[in-house]
Structure formats: structure tokens, C-alpha cells
């Protein structure tokens, strides 16, 4: 068994991998033409602007000829030196563009910055990470908690009232977008009712002593609005799970024997449920990071989703491509994970490879 | 699940309440998008983003039902464009007047009021404005004459409210009012009574004269606004568009894209699933690698890169949706044909010698139908958030006005902090309704396909 698994594991890794790289190499194909153009008018930027500032150089010239034809040879030299006279798909390039990013070297920052001022992509990412984790984990933390007692809740008592609401919640829900719910959120709350901030963002510096107050004041917002949306549709994922596997014989022997009936959910159903929903669980919070860009936007939250929003908006393509590649890993580790899960859950999937 | 004959999934069907509530919303937003195409003119929705085409509306305007539960009623925004005109000729001197009747019924005054005409003449006609008011008094608002010209020409001209002159003919005449009138506005001074300043209630009589000496001057365009701040249905927002018009050609919009994307991924997906199923050994391993890659592509980074990159436009918007779309039903299709298969009906197929084609079309798919209607019930609120979420980033398609993008001007005017709630509101209801039928369809056919689910 043990084989098996250490199997199961090798090759969803390499898997994993594979499309690690794919992904990397979508994204280069996509920006790379755009990032070349960028870097050159940067560089053209450079040479022109050092020659402004430093006028002996443009004296000692005769002609204006010859003056171009110095600035476009100092050009020429720098794109020459960071590789950029060869076409951005050229394997060479790809290459080491794709080995500096798996090193986590994303470059500088075109115009965005971290809030200490490093324009370091590194820099920015990891300062922003630890703000969207935070909201999201969260959030999905707490969804998932009220999800299972819901659904547990509502698969003991089908046709109740409890489960009506919790399905019908559900679906409605489930049809509304959070981005949507959230500008009604903050119309309602931070401005018809002023009890909660318009904008997410704490306004007090990192060292002061009340920041951590501060965050948690700014975070309750867009936490109740994704928490809201979210719930409904889990509780009755989890309802369903149940539904089926309280129709299993081993259940039905239990009830023949006389265990009552909330024993039989809580410890024996929920038991047989938790493989599919610990997987989903773990799926949701990497895909809760992807779907945080709209999200951060509109609560104006200052973490990897309104910085890939503000990155785009700006087109600065080593933001974008370390956002995306951050993004990406989180994604794949967490499928990995669920992946995990469910081979040692359930050894058909790990016998089917 | 292979036992259900389509009559029987009919029946069922329709048994069950949420999946008829679906069908009704369903069909009424198809009738709404006939009615649409048919009814608006395709040109005003192409001038969607035309600020110029908007020009004779309000901004900001409330919705006029709103008057119905409000205790004092908000000024509504008034286009005449039917005057009755007159026309005298005496000694030699000829005079056109416009005049335009109305019914000030509302406890707030107007913004403004703006007259628009244009007038063909030679010479130098006089224009003159005035005003009959309920109470009878008569205001001149403004006598003017039109620029000179020797030989026939056309003129055109807004008279705003705002005019000097005719704040300055006003002042002229304070003596009709019993408050002082520095600091109002022309339209506040009209419009009020005489003891205070209230709004004065009644039938007002917008009279525009316009004499010609020697020659008969005419009036071919003649349009009065009274600027008011409740405008349609559904209201104007800041652009002075009209809100309903955006809604309305926003429910065909997203019915193709949800559609579109979750019949053409549904379709792909099966195609693909079942294919690599039914083939086995090397070929589904490769198709299932493949079909794990494109799952592990976090699709929002990438639909948001592809659409800044490479278009914005609404077709390749729909493209780009499909090719996240169709992997998660190509894996489930996939293990039910791999269920299939061992069936003894497909194996005799084998055996005469059938081509894998006609096996997978014949005998496979057919059975995954009632899955696959399901799954493209499901799918379709996906595909509409999905495209409203990009609209709302705006990076959606500027030549059609679709619902997320009416929020995305709603988010960048700042709709929420100032409380203009019908620009905000009825976008996401629209949204919300349309995935709320096709859910309700969805899980009504989900219960059907899923014995499982039905006790």
C-alpha cells in the first residue's frame, strides 16, 4: 500500500510540475512581446535622460548625426548586454526568463511599489500575500465550519425548515456575484449606516499598537460579505454528501440496530463525508486566492488580488507575471494536497493510476 | 440513470416547482430579448458609450416610479418636442410662435430648463421668450435677435437657462416676486411662487416668438427640456444614459454568453471525456494529463491576461471562457463512458465491426444527455458572473453594454458612497436572476439525473 501511495505521489508531482511550467510558458508567450517593447523604450528612456543630465557629453559632439548616432550605439550596447536583441521566444531567452522566475527573481517592478518603497516584484508580492491569506483563509475557514454544521443539520432533517432555508439560501446565493454583494455591502453599511469603513485599507501605520484592531475594523466588511455568499452553497454541498451516504448499508444497519440518529450523523456519516469535503476544502482555499481579485477591488483590500488588478490596469508585466506564478503555485500545491487527500482517503483513485 | 427515457425526465420535470419557476424566468428573459432586438433600434445601444447621443438627457435622474411612494414628488425630466405653432402675417411683418404646454405637478423645482431650435430666416429675426404661469402672471424671459445674415440661412442654437440675459430680464422684473432674487437661479425663479420661494404647482405655457420683418422666418427644429431629476423606468446615470436602455440590451447579451460558453464547453467536454474514456490506455492517459493542465491554470489570472493582451472583444470574450469551461465535464464524462463501455451492448457493436465514431455517438453519448443538459444548466450563471466580473474590471467588450459593465461605470463614478442605488442595484438583480433560472433548471434537472439526491 505504502508503494502505491509513493507512486501516487511521484507522479502527481511531476505532474504538478508539468504544468507549472506550461503555465510559465502561457504566460511569457502572452506578455512577452509587450514586456520587450516596455523594456526597450525603458532602456531608451535611460541613455536619454543620463545624457540630459550630464550635458559635457552632448558638447563634444560636432553634429547632430554624429550625437545620434552615439546615443543609438549606447542603446544598442544595453539592449545588447540584457539579451534583448534576440527575440523574447527565442529558447535562450525562455530559458533563463523562466529559471530566474522559478527562483523566485522576478525582476523590478515597472512603476508599482511595495508601501516600504522597494520596487522589488519579490518584495511587493510577499509584502501583499500575507493580507490575502488572512481575509481568505479566514473567510473560508469560517464558511467552511458553519458548511458542515449546516449540512449536517439539514441532511438529519430533510423537508425541515432548517434544510429549506439552507438549500434555498444555497441556491439563490450561489447565483449572486460577491463583487456585487459587496458594492451593496458597502452602499448599505459604510455609507447609508456608517458602521463599517468604505475602503478596506487601515489608514494607521504597521508600527503603531492598534494596526492589528485596525485591520480586523477594516477586514469585518468584505469577511461578512464572503462568508455570507459563501455558506449557503457548502452547507448544501455537504447536505448532499450526506444524503448519499446516509443511504449506504452500513448506516442502514446502524439505524437497524437502534443507534439514534444524531449519533449516526455526527460521528458516523460525517466521518464518510470528510474525504470529499476535506478535499474541498482544500481546493477552495487556494481558489479563493484566484477569485480575491474582483473581491479586493471593490473593498479596495490591499493584498495580491488589487495589486494583480492594479498591475493590469498599469500594464506592469513583472508584477503581473510573478502575481500570476505565485498564484499558480499556491493553486497547484493545494490541488496536490487534495489530490493527497483523496488517494489516501480512498485507495481506488491511487489503484486507478 | 441510463433507465430514464427523455418523457419520463419531462414529466418529472414539471412535477417539480423550482424547475417550472426557472423555465418561467427563463422564457420571460428570452421574450425580453426578442422584444429588445426588435423594438430598440440597434443604434442605441452602439451609442451606448456616444456621450453626445445622450445629450438631451438628465443626469444622475432617479426613476420616475419612485414618485409613487414619495411624499413630496420629485420633478420629473420633461423632452417636448410638440409645440403648437401659430403663424401670423400683418404689415409685412410675420411671426412664428411656438408654444408649449406643461404640467408642474411636483414639490421641487426643475435643474433647468434648456430650449433648442433651429430656424431658417434671412435678415435678422427677433426672438422672443416668455412664460405664462398658472397664476397668470406672464415672465419675459428673453427677447433677442438672431444673428444677421443677407441671404437664407440655417441657425441653430441652444438657449440655456443659465443665460445671462435672462437673468438679467428677470431681475427686471422682481417686483412680480415678494423675496429678493439675487442668487436664484432662472428656473427657481420661474417656477416659484410669488410670496415664497416654492415651487408653484400648475399648467405653465412656454411661449417662443419669433417675428421676421419683410421675410417669414421658420422653425424646423423646436424642443423644449425641462431639466428634471427622475427619468424613466430605470433611471439616467452619471453620463446621462438611460439605465433601462443598458438593461434591456444587457439580457440578450448575457443569455448568448452564458449559452454560447456553457453549450459549446458542455459539448466539447463530452466530446473529449467520453473519447478518452472509451479509448483507454495510452490515449486517456495522454488526454487526462492534458486535461489536468488546462484544470490547473488559475482561469481568472489567465482570462484577465488574455483579454488585456490579446482583445476585449465580447467574441473572444466567449472563446476564452470555453477553454476553462469544458474540464471538469470531460472527467466526469469521462468515468461514466468508461462505465458505459463494459456494457455488453457496446461490446457487441465492437464485434460487428462499428466505427468508434458511430460507438460514441450512437451508443454513448445518448446516454449522457440528461447529464449533459444538467451540466450546461449549471455552467451558464458561471459563464455570466465570470464575464460580468471581467466587464467590471473593465476589461469587458466597450462596444456593447453589458450589465457588468454598467457596475464598473456605477464603481468608477462612485454610485455607492453617493447613494445612487438604481445605478447599482438593478445590474446585479438582472444577473442575479438570470443565473437563479438556469440554476433552478439546473438543479431540477441535477435531482432527475442523480437518484441519489432524490429521497
Do not use: C
Amino acid at each position: 500500500m505504502l508503494l502505491g501511495m509513493k507512486r501516487y505521489v511521484v507522479t502527481r508531482m511531476a505532474t504538478m510540475f508539468g504544468v507549472l511550467m506550461v503555465t510559465l510558458l502561457i504566460t511569457i508567450a502572452l506578455v512577452g512581446s509587450n514586456m520587450d517593447t516596455i523594456l526597450k523604450q525603458g532602456i531608451v528612456f535611460q541613455v536619454r535622460s543620463e545624457i540630459t543630465e550630464n550635458p559635457s557629453i552632448g558638447q563634444s559632439f560636432s553634429s547632430v548625426v554624429e550625437f545620434e548616432a552615439f546615443i543609438q550605439t549606447q542603446i544598442d550596447q544595453r539592449v545588447k548586454v540584457l539579451g534583448l536583441d534576440e527575440p523574447w521566444y527565442s529558447p535562450q531567452r525562455v530559458g533563463i526568463t523562466m529559471y530566474k522566475i522559478l527562483l523566485l527573481d522576478f525582476g523590478h517592478a515597472t512603476f508599482l511599489t511595495s508601501d516600504s518603497g522597494s520596487s522589488d516584484v519579490k518584495d511587493i508580492l510577499f509584502e501583499k500575500l500575507p493580507r490575502t491569506v488572512l481575509l481568505f483563509t479566514t473567510a473560508t475557514i469560517i464558511i467552511s465550519i458553519m458548511g458542515v454544521f449546516l449540512g449536517a443539520l439539514s441532511s438529519s432533517k430533510i423537508g425541515s425548515t432548517t434544510d429549506r432555508i439552507t438549500s434555498s439560501f444555497a441556491i439563490v446565493s450561489s447565483s449572486f456575484p460577491v463583487w456585487w454583494i459587496g458594492m451593496l455591502m458597502i452602499f448599505l453599511f459604510a455609507f447609508t449606516y456608517q458602521i463599517f469603513p468604505a475602503r478596506a485599507t487601515p489608514d494607521i501605520p504597521l508600527s503603531d499598537p492598534g494596526y492589528i484592531g485596525s485591520l480586523l475594523y477594516h477586514m469585518a466588511l468584505p469577511l461578512i460579505t464572503i462568508v455570507m455568499i459563501g455558506f449557503g452553497s457548502w452547507a448544501y454541498m455537504v447536505r448532499n454528501f450526506m444524503i448519499g451516504i446516509m443511504q449506504e448499508d452500513f448506516i442502514m444497519a446502524k439505524k437497524a440496530i437502534g443507534i439514534n440518529q444524531k449519533k449516526i450523523i455526527y460521528t458516523h456519516a460525517l466521518k464518510n463525508a470528510a474525504p470529499p469535503i476535506v478535499t474541498i476544502l482544500a481546493l477552495s482555499l487556494s481558489g479563493s486566492l484566484g477569485g480575491a481579485i474582483i473581491t479586493e477591488a471593490v473593498f479596495d483590500w490591499p493584498g495580491m488580488g488589487r495589486l494583480y488588478f492594479e498591475a493590469i490596469s498599469v500594464m506592469d508585466l513583472p508584477v503581473i507575471i510573478g502575481a500570476t506564478y505565485l498564484l499558480t503555485v499556491f493553486f497547484l500545491i493545494s490541488i496536490f494536497i487534495a489530490d493527497l487527500l483523496y488517494g489516501y482517503f480512498d485507495p481506488r483513485v491511487r489503484a486507478g493510476q | 440513470m441510463s433507465s430514464i427515457t427523455p418523457l419520463e425526465i419531462k414529466e418529472e420535470f414539471f412535477k417539480n416547482k423550482m424547475g417550472i419557476t426557472g423555465i418561467l424566468i427563463l422564457v420571460s428573459l428570452v421574450a425580453i430579448s426578442i422584444i429588445v432586438i426588435i423594438v430598440i433600434p440597434v443604434e442605441t445601444f452602439q451609442e451606448w458609450n456616444n456621450p453626445e447621443s445622450w445629450i438631451a438627457y438628465p443626469k444622475i435622474a432617479i426613476p420616475v416610479w419612485v414618485n409613487i411612494f414619495m411624499f413630496e414628488k420629485i420633478p420629473e425630466h420633461m423632452i417636448l418636442e410638440k409645440p403648437d405653432i401659430k403663424n401670423v402675417s400683418q404689415e409685412g411683418i410675420s411671426l412664428t410662435s411656438h408654444q408649449f404646454g406643461l404640467n408642474f405637478d411636483y414639490d421641487d423645482f426643475p435643474n433647468d430648463f434648456i430650449y433648442i431650435f433651429s430656424s431658417e430666416y434671412t435678415g435678422s429675426p427677433l426672438l422672443q421668450m416668455s412664460i405664462i404661469r398658472p397664476d397668470g402672471i406672464k415672465i419675459e424671459l428673453l427677447s433677442t435677435s438672431l444673428p444677421y445674415s443677407n441671404s437664407k440661412t440655417i441657425h441653430y442654437e441652444r438657449v440655456f437657462s443659465t443665460d445671462e440675459a435672462i437673468k438679467k430680464n428677470l431681475s427686471l422684473q422682481s417686483e412680480k416676486f415678494k423675496f429678493t432674487l439675487d442668487n436664484l437661479s432662472a428656473e427657481d425663479i420661474v417656477f416659484s411662487k410669488t410670496q415664497t420661494n416654492e415651487p408653484l404647482k400648475g399648467n405653465y405655457i412656454f411661449s417662443i416668438d419669433l417675428y421676421g420683418i419683410k421675410s417669414e422666418p421658420l422653425i424646423n427644429e423646436s424642443k423644449l427640456i425641462i431639466g428634471g431629476k427622475a427619468f424613466g423606468m430605470m433611471g439616467t446615470d452619471e453620463l446621462r444614459r438611460d439605465l433601462a436602455i443598458g438593461l434591456l440590451w444587457g439580457t440578450p447579451l448575457a443569455l448568448f454568453i452564458g449559452l454560447v460558453v456553457s453549450i459549446a464547453s458542455v459539448i466539447m467536454g463530452l466530446l473529449y471525456g467520453v473519447y478518452a474514456g472509451y479509448k483507454g490506455k495510452k490515449t486517456d492517459e495522454v488526454m487526462m494529463r492534458f486535461n489536468d493542465v488546462i484544470y490547473a491554470l488559475p482561469a481568472l489570472p489567465f482570462l484577465i491576461i488574455l483579454s488585456v493582451t490579446i482583445s476585449n472583444s465580447i467574441f473572444l470574450m466567449v472563446g476564452f471562457l470555453m477553454i476553462f469551461g469544458w474540464v471538469g465535464i470531460a472527467k466526469v464524462a469521462r468515468s461514466m463512458s468508461l462505465q458505459i463501455k463494459t456494457h455488453g451492448y457496446v461490446d457487441a457493436a465492437n464485434v460487428m465491426g462499428q466505427k468508434d465514431s458511430k460507438i460514441i455517438l450512437k451508443h454513448i453519448v445518448p446516454q449522457l444527455l440528461p447529464y449533459a443538459f444538467a451540466s450546461i444548466a449549471i455552467s451558464v450563471p458561471a459563464a455570466i458572473t465570470t464575464e460580468a466580473g471581467l466587464s467590471f474590471l473593465g476589461l469587458g467588450d466597450p462596444l456593447f453594454p453589458t450589465w457588468g459593465q454598467i457596475l464598473h461605470d456605477a464603481n468608477t463614478f462612485g454610485a455607492a458612497a453617493r447613494g445612487l442605488w438604481w445605478w447599482i442595484m438593478p445590474p446585479g438583480i438582472m444577473i442575479a436572476i438570470t443565473g437563479l433560472a438556469f440554476v433552478f433548471i439546473g438543479n431540477a434537472l441535477d435531482v432527475i439525473v442523480n437518484p441519489k439526491l432524490r429521497r
